[in-house]
């Protein structure tokens, strides 16, 4: 089976803080990802990684920025936390992407619930 | 712009209940699109892809259906019980590049 882990399930941070989410996966994947969810928005794009020390914006890359220094870890930086940060934070991983060919199924991990006061 | 809407926002039916839901998207030049579960403060579970060559998906109970031309696709459920109560999302991926426009999700409560 698959499996994506992320560091913390529930984590309580104070504005101006620097919060590192950390994502694992076992797969051998080539691509990570990093959303945000929040309620009625659905899921949205921080970063996505195809590769080593590569990554690309998503949707949302302001206020965030991620690192990839081995393929199974990727890492997610909010470099100085604020209240409008509080959110379920979900790590993906899949072995393709649309743009290569092929099925991209996702595999979450269980999500990381961040509160900022 | 690439929209993925999922319409009802919830739903609460019977148990053995069979029910369809719903998911519209903008931008028909799709690669695949997918159903996600998701149960409360968790992770998403993939439960069927269809690719943009097919019309649908089968695994048990679900069975999944793509109509490109129109934008639309279903989820339907057969013989519905407690423990099908969840979030259901569907998400597409498009040619090209590496984004999947997620809906904001249908929660479903099956009532025993």
């Known amino acids: 089976d698959v499996k994506v882990t992320q560091s913390s399930r529930y984590l309580v941070k104070r504005t101006g803080e620097k919060v590192f989410l950390e994502c694992v996966q076992d797969?051998?994947?080539?691509?990570m990802f990093w959303y945000r969810q929040d309620p009625g928005l659905g899921l949205r794009l921080i970063y996505f990684s195809y590769d080593v020390k590569m990554k690309e914006k998503g949707d949302i890359p302001e206020g965030y920025s991620v690192s990839r220094e081995k393929k199974e870890r990727f890492s997610l930086i909010l470099e100085s936390a604020s209240t409008n940060q509080t959110s379920m934070y979900l790590c993906?991983?899949?072995?393709?992407?649309?743009?290569?060919?092929?099925?991209?199924?996702?595999?979450f991990g269980p999500g990381t619930r961040l509160t900022v006061l | 712009k690439q929209e993925v809407t999922q319409i009802p926002a919830a739903l609460s039916v019977p148990e053995g209940e069979n029910l369809v839901l719903n998911c519209s998207f903008t931008?028909?030049?799709?690669?695949?699109l997918q159903w996600f579960r998701q149960d409360p403060g968790k992770g998403l579970t993939s439960l069927l892809l269809i690719q943009s060559s097919q019309r649908e998906q089968t695994s048990g109970r679900l069975n999944a259906s793509l109509d490109k031309s129109s934008g639309r696709s279903t989820l339907y459920i057969a013989a519905s019980q407690p423990g099908d109560s969840a979030t259901y999302l569907c998400a597409v991926s498009y040619t090209g590049g590496f984004k999947t426009i997620f809906g904001a999700g249908t929660r479903l409560f099956v009532k025993a």
């Open positions: 993906a991983s899949s072995s393709l992407w649309p743009g290569q060919g092929g099925t991209d199924t996702q595999y």
């Open positions: 931008d028909s030049a799709i690669y695949n």
């Open positions: 797969m051998d994947h080539e691509n």
